[in-house]
């Protein structure tokens, strides 16, 4: 999942040699993956009204999904 978010990320944003995720998984066995993006591109990345943003948490839940996992993007600054 952490592939997945980092080529969606990728995609999307002007400076994508910046595009970093860090994954971590906390106590109760859930993974958390932190997205970070260059100050620029962090409109691109989360979106109108936080459409994208909101879509790119979907994509990244289905996949989970699939492999039994409990999944939580954060977007950093």
């Known amino acids: 999942m952490k592939d997945?978010?980092?080529i969606l990320?990728?995609?999307l944003v002007d400076h994508p040699d910046?595009?970093?995720v860090s994954e971590k998984v906390d106590e109760d066995g859930v993974v958390?993956?932190?997205l970070s993006v260059a100050e620029e591109d962090m409109g691109k990345v989360i979106g109108k009204q936080g459409r994208i943003a909101k879509?790119?948490?979907t994509i990244v839940k289905a996949a989970a999904i699939h492999e039994?996992?409990?999944v939580v993007v954060?977007?950093?600054q």
């Open 9 to 11: 990320a990728k995609n």
């Open 4 to 6: 997945l978010l980092e």
């Open 32 to 34: 958390v993956l932190e």
């Open 55 to 57: 879509a790119i948490r």
């Open 68 to 70: 039994d996992k409990k």
């Open 74 to 76: 954060k977007i950093m």
């Open 18 to 20: 910046v595009v970093s």
